[in-house]
């Protein structure tokens, strides 16, 4: 008879076959360019355990975690949060023109910064929320249309109310300088490369989003909707209410996804600011099959395969093909969870069964007896 | 009758599912042009059966015999070229399609690849009237009432030249009216050489519309009969294997307090009344029982009730307290309590484990959450006690409710709500589907929560079980109250024919 | 998934079928809009308002949107929500242009649908095959498609004239067409006259109008353009007229009832996502080919989900698709040509706003009425007040335009019963 956990272990299987198959398909598209996968590896992996490297891991991990987290919210309750991106981008933006606009004595000024980050990101996810309950719209094409909204009106605002005044003939598109009282110093310095200490703060909001998750009544009555709607509503949960609460707290979480970037090293809204992080966030939250632990590692080992693979390029290898690696990682992974999935559900059944039957058996017998 | 080979015959057929047995050595002979029903309770096994036949699922072991010769059915494709058709208990329509789109889709009238509508047209309408179906082929389907749409299903077997025709729970849907009207259709088909199987478990349609019936019990064929050789009694002991247990209460615990009163309910659907003027009052230690075909208002009036609707007139007053604008979670936090008819659709988290399941429709109460956090504790401890206490069969609350049959599913509901103690409990169904031991079970929870001074509301589509449970009867018809009956002495006959709308009364 | 998925009864609100939109109105429609554009353009004297040389370029921005909509609307109509349009989109663009750049223009057509497709059937066989969740699958592709381009391109084109951002030069050499005697094309060698444009020129209200209108529609175009255009009334044909079409809307309408009638729905899905692809392929070489002579990262700049709102504003049918697509090009051939008459714009949109708000209170509808009348009012002021409208504006007119249509008419809307459901095989009806 095979126990629970056994059958539970199957779903290591999932990043197990992920990996392998992300491994595999890389070296055959890397000897598809005559390199060769070896090579390619050890560098890689000699680049990218050297201290920079990891300093840089883990910034590159924090905004990818923020991001899936904000994204796998949505997802326990079945709510498809594909504007996670532009939630982000016209934060930041908010949240930087606003921080540059006060000053404030530190923890504060931090704090407002964030908080301003969390009402924009989960006001403009507001739409969304208030479209599905109010119209009947569904959040995947609504956030969509809001992504591209997002950007036209954050580029509006900022070419015509946010940016920072010209100085000669310089020409960057920004916000003003974020004051010192606005910015964080470097948690620590590894092989020259500052730690952020955002990192800190994105440990603590994931401990939040477990916590509320699994911990709460909340979170109880997100699972149950996104499990079973119908019992949920049978059992006292407002659907409507909780699409708010969840859109809205999924909103505020990817408001913060670019504070570590804004509060440790570009001080402004700026155009360098990572784009597709909303989306990476989906990935992130797949792989992570939506949970805090997950996410993290997720986020890691694709902020890490990122850091990486910049050695590729002195080795003439176009780093690029690292995107098609976690395209590869991204797909095993759902599609390997499907099947695991099935499997395991129907394992758990008939074990449950036959244990079942045991004891229906055990009790005849003490009747009998 | 001469010795003609069977129009079908089935013989041994065994199929499993995880954990399950649906059939365990069926076996099955449908004679040419006759009607030959197939009944059994919920879970017997009928419908996995006919998808068998239907080519829908594969058999693990046994034969199939068309005119006396083995034929294999890999998908519904193969049964609708050897003749066979189905009629399916849900619809199987796409609404957004015209009556002639659905009943061409598959074998379609074209040229070079281009359909043939005026052909498909004419066919429909041939169909159709030598039949006596009438139907307009160029209807959308959505705007076709149930009647229609099973009409709809009916050529579109013929349509394939079905001479084998499945009808899975023909009449759960239909209104009276609607019954007849299909049975004239049957028996029309009938004339015209068709051979019918007619799945039900209603047994006072089968012994008016069949030629000869197979009763079919946990997976295994008990009998095949002839209508006048039995009796409805002797037919239900054949379908559930025993002296049926018979659902009576004692004496009456009723008491003069009223619990739960109900006042000039209203519910409307789009612009029809589903429900109209419901009012009734529940006592201390009363069982209310609603008795009415499905689709009458039952469940509207059920979800008026917890919340789930907002009445468009009328009040809900619980123990003196008017909730109608209360939302589902106030209600069910002071004391209304739910056991809903869909038990998997509507009561469970299935993936979930017992102890989440235990949870629900109660995390907000004692020992489920202690502030805003929930308390595992508590709930493993409060699932392990009802695991016990009920006598769910599991090994533990860390289960997933998946796991759990029929019964143990049911068992875990009405426990859980009889735990978190409510004043007045709603049970929706409560024996649809479960087998005779669970049912049985089920009956004697009811019968305690009576005891112990609670309100209870029961609907039910089996009358034995109605008359048997209740204190007071009502009958619902197109969302009406229409007759209140003393269940000390209305026979279950007398019963049918108020609910049909033959027989009519005041609410007294 | 699903945009609005089968009422189940308890989740979200219940959706009320409206009055369905017929061709008759929507014509009805149109007659009015053209007759207000020509209105406006004549009070403000903004002849680029309905210039042939916008119409002509509306059309060919109308193009690979209206190429990506009916793409989503195969998919969607066998049931599968497609929001990978984007990538696949994205590897048209590179297949397209590097087929064009090694073997020719036609290659690059020919390369471009087999890359959408190549992005269509991974797509396929994630969600129909596997069941993964389709949004989750559409996502993915919009991720590896860009990565895909871009090791592409490092690989095929940097040192060959190119970039890891940008292709050589893709040679657009596909024949293009003038309609004779209408427009002005050559007959055999012959100089024909160009009746329209000489109606064009004398400004006239409404007859000058509606002539720039058709003659946009008849210079030269581009074969490509020509073939999206026949597209429409083969995908109707296709769809709703044969039998295998008949066959695909089942899939997505119901696919229980379908398989139980013997229809292979699997293929049926895989039919309607790889088609799918090979539109927005096409739509991608059409960019490159037509467009840009040249692959450029980010080129496709969000059209395939353009394309997906095109198809939705569209009401998931292929005459919506275009009418949608038409009015989205149209704003960008604005935005592109002439700021005045992007202001211009304005002005007509408050006049509709008006005249919308007028027929809401002759219908008694009064909290309709006055919310239109009220932004009628408040658009004017905007106009008086301006001399030109942010380009970005612009940019976001389709996405506004869409999220306002499934606010306000999403009961009027009818998309595919199942569309977004996964279906497996031999499963229950859920």
């Known amino acids: 008879m095979r126990k629970r956990w056994q059958i539970r272990l199957l779903w290591l299987l999932v990043p197990i076959s992920a990996i392998v198959l992300a491994i595999v398909v890389s070296s055959l598209v890397l000897l598809s360019i005559d390199a060769s996968p070896v090579d390619a590896f050890r560098s890689m992996y000699e680049y990218g355990t050297q201290g920079n490297s990891l300093a840089s891991t883990v910034n590159r991990a924090v905004p990818l975690f923020i991001a899936g987290l904000a994204v796998a919210i949505g997802f326990k309750m079945n709510l498809f949060n594909i504007g996670v991106e532009g939630q982000y981008r016209i934060a930041t933006l908010m949240a930087a023109a606003a921080g540059a606009a006060v000053t404030l004595p530190a923890p504060f000024h931090i704090a407002f910064i964030m908080l301003v980050g969390m009402v924009t990101g989960a006001a403009w996810a507001s739409i969304a929320a208030v479209l599905k309950v109010k119209r009947g719209v569904h959040e995947v094409v609504s956030t969509i249309m809001l992504n591209s909204i997002a950007t036209g009106l954050g580029a509006y605002l900022l070419s015509n109310y946010l940016r920072k005044p010209a100085v000669g003939s310089e020409l960057l598109i920004a916000t003003p300088q974020i004051p010192h009282s606005g910015q964080l110093g470097p948690l620590t310095t590894i092989g020259g490369e500052d730690v952020r200490s955002f990192v800190l703060i994105a440990i603590l909001l994931g401990v939040f989003v477990y916590v509320l998750i699994w911990r709460t009544r909340f979170g109880y009555d997100l699972r149950a909707s996104g499990i079973n709607p119908d019992a949920a509503r049978v059992s006292g949960v ?63 080992v694709f902020g890490w395969v990122d850091r990486a693979a910049q050695i590729l390029d002195l080795e003439g290898i176009p780093k690029e093909v690292i995107i098609i690696t976690k395209g590869v990682i991204i797909f095993s992974v759902v599609i390997a969870y499907e099947i695991v999935r099935r499997v395991v559900l129907s394992q758990e059944v008939k074990t449950a069964a036959e244990e079942t039957r045991k004891l229906e058996q055990a009790e005849e017998e003490t009747v009998a007896a | 009758m001469a010795e003609r080979a069977p129009a079908v015959e089935l013989k041994g057929i065994t199929k499993t599912f995880p954990g399950v047995v649906a059939n365990d050595d069926i076996n099955l002979a449908v004679q040419p042009g006759e009607i030959h029903a197939v009944v059994g309770e919920n879970g017997a096994g009928k419908s996995t059966l006919m998808k068998i036949l239907y080519g829908m699922l594969r058999p693990d072991s046994g034969t199939i015999l068309m005119d006396g010769s083995g034929v294999h059915f890999r998908s519904p494709k193969d049964a609708i070229a050897a003749g066979i058709g189905m009629v399916h208990q849900h619809f199987m329509l796409a609404t957004n399609f015209t009556v002639l789109e659905n009943v061409v889709l598959g074998s379609e009238p074209a040229h070079a690849g281009a359909l043939d509508f005026g052909a498909a047209r004419a066919r429909i309408r041939e169909l159709s009237e030598s039949h006596g179906v009438p139907l307009d082929p160029d209807r959308l389907t959505e705007d076709l009432a149930v009647g229609e749409r099973q009409r709809v299903e009916i050529v579109k077997v013929l349509y394939r030249g079905a001479r084998i025709l499945i009808l899975d729970e023909p009449t759960a849907v239909l209104v009276p009216q609607e019954v007849v009207e299909l049975f004239g259709q049957l028996r029309e088909l009938r004339a015209q050489g068709v051979t019918i199987i007619f799945i039900s478990h209603k047994l006072d349609e089968v012994l008016e519309i069949a030629d000869s019936i197979t009763v079919i019990r946990d997976g295994h064929t008990v009998r095949t009969v002839k209508p006048e050789e039995v009796t409805a009694r002797q037919l239900a002991e054949l379908m559930v294997g025993s002296e049926l247990p018979t659902p009576e209460t004692r004496e009456s615990t009723v008491t003069e307090e009223v619990l739960l009163s109900v006042q000039g309910l209203g519910v409307r659907v789009g612009a029809r009344w589903a429900l109209e003027d419901a009012t009734f009052d529940i006592h201390h230690g009363e069982i209310v029982g609603i008795a009415g075909v499905e689709g009458n208002g039952q469940r509207e009036l059920v979800e008026a009730l917890i919340g789930l609707r907002k009445p468009d007139t009328g009040s809900v007053i619980l123990a003196g307290t008017d909730i109608t604008q209360w939302p589902t979670r106030q209600r069910r936090e002071n004391g209304l309590g739910y056991i809903p008819e869909d038990r998997q659709g509507r009561g469970l988290l299935l993936p979930s484990p017992l102890w989440e399941n235990t949870m629900l429709g109660h995390q907000t109460l004692y020992p489920f959450a202690r502030g805003p956090w929930i308390n595992k504790k508590g709930a493993r401890a409060q699932t392990e006690h009802l695991i016990s206490e009920y006598g769910v069969m599991t090994p533990g609350p860390d289960t997933s409710a998946l796991a759990l049959s029929g019964g143990n599913q049911q068992k875990l509901i009405v426990g859980r709500e009889m735990t978190a103690a409510p004043k007045v409990l709603i049970a929706a169904q409560p024996t649809r589907g479960i087998d005779v031991g669970a049912q049985a079970a089920v009956w004697e929870l009811i019968r305690e929560a009576r005891a112990l001074g609670l309100a209870l509301l029961l609907t039910s589509a089996d009358l034995e079980e109605l008359i048997g449970l209740s204190d007071t009867l009502y009958v619902i018809l197109r969302g009406r109250l229409v007759a209140r009956l003393d269940p000390a002495t209305v026979t279950p006959e007398e019963l049918g024919s108020y609910m049909t709308g033959a027989k009519q009364a005041g609410v007294a | 998934m699903s945009w609005a998925g089968p009422d189940t009864g308890l989740t979200g609100p219940g959706a009320e079928t ?93 390369l471009g649908i087999l890359g959408g497709t190549a992005g269509a059937l991974v797509h396929a066989v994630a969600t129909v095959s596997f069941g993964v969740n389709q949004i989750v699958s559409g996502v993915a592709i919009n991720i590896l498609a860009a990565g895909v381009a871009r090791f592409l391109s490092v690989v095929a084109f940097t040192g060959a004239g190119g970039g890891a951002t940008q292709s050589p030069q893709v040679s657009s050499d596909l024949p293009r067409i003038t309609v004779p005697i209408l427009a002005g094309g050559g007959l055999f060698g012959w100089d024909s006259p160009d009746v329209l444009g000489s109606l064009e020129r004398k400004q006239w209200f409404l007859i000058s109008d509606v002539s720039a209108m058709f003659r946009g529609l008849m210079v030269d175009l581009s074969i490509l353009t020509v073939i999206t255009l026949l597209l429409v009334p083969i995908t109707y044909f296709f769809l709703w007229r044969t039998r295998l079409g008949l066959r695909m809307r089942s899939a997505g309408e119901n696919p229980w009832a379908a398989e139980s009638l013997g229809v292979r729905v699997y293929t049926m899905k895989y039919i309607g996502v790889l088609i799918s692809g090979a539109l927005s392929g096409l739509a991608g070489a059409f960019l490159v080919i037509e467009t840009a002579g040249i692959y450029r990262e980010g080129q496709t700049g969000g059209r395939g989900f353009i394309g997906l709102a095109a198809m939705i504003f569209g009401n998931w049918r292929p005459s919506g698709a275009l009418a949608a697509s038409g009015l989205f090009g149209y704003t960008d051939a604005l935005n592109l040509r002439s700021a005045d008459a992007v202001h211009a714009l304005v002005l007509f949109v408050a006049i509709a706003l008006v005249g919308l708000g007028a027929w809401y209170l002759y219908r008694r509808r009064l909290v309709g009425g006055i919310v239109a009348l009220t932004l009628g009012v408040i658009t004017f002021i905007w106009f008086v007040l301006t001399d030109s409208v942010p380009r970005q504006f612009i940019f976001i007119t389709p996405y506004v335009a869409t999220l306002i249509v499934l606010a306000v008419a999403s009961q009027r809307l009818r998309m595919p019963t199942y569309d977004g459901i996964t279906f497996r095989k031999g499963s229950q009806i859920s």
């Open chain 1, 238 to 300: 407002d659907p409507n209410k909780m699409i708010m609460r969840t859109m809205l707290l999924s909103g505020a979480i990817a408001g913060l996804i670019g504070m570590s970037d804004l509060f440790g090293f570009f001080h402004a809204y700026t155009l360098d600011l990572p784009t597709g992080i909303g989306f990476d966030g989906i990935a992130v939250a797949l792989v992570g099959l939506n949970h805090p632990i997950g996410i993290a590692i997720a986020a890691l």
């Open chain 3, 18 to 110: 409206g009055r369905r939109l017929d061709a008759r109105r929507l014509l009805l429609l149109l007659g009015w809009i053209i007759i207000l554009v020509s209105g406006v353009r004549w009070i403000t004297s903004a002849p680029d308002l309905t210039s042939s040389g916008t119409y002509g370029a509306a059309l060919r921005l109308a193009v690979p949107i209206l190429l990506a909509a009916l793409g989503g609307l195969y998919a969607e109509r066998t049931g599968v929500t497609n929001i990978g349009l984007e990538g696949m989109m994205i590897l048209g663009t590179w297949f397209g242009a590097w087929g064009g750049w090694q073997f020719g223009a036609w290659w690059g057509v020919v």
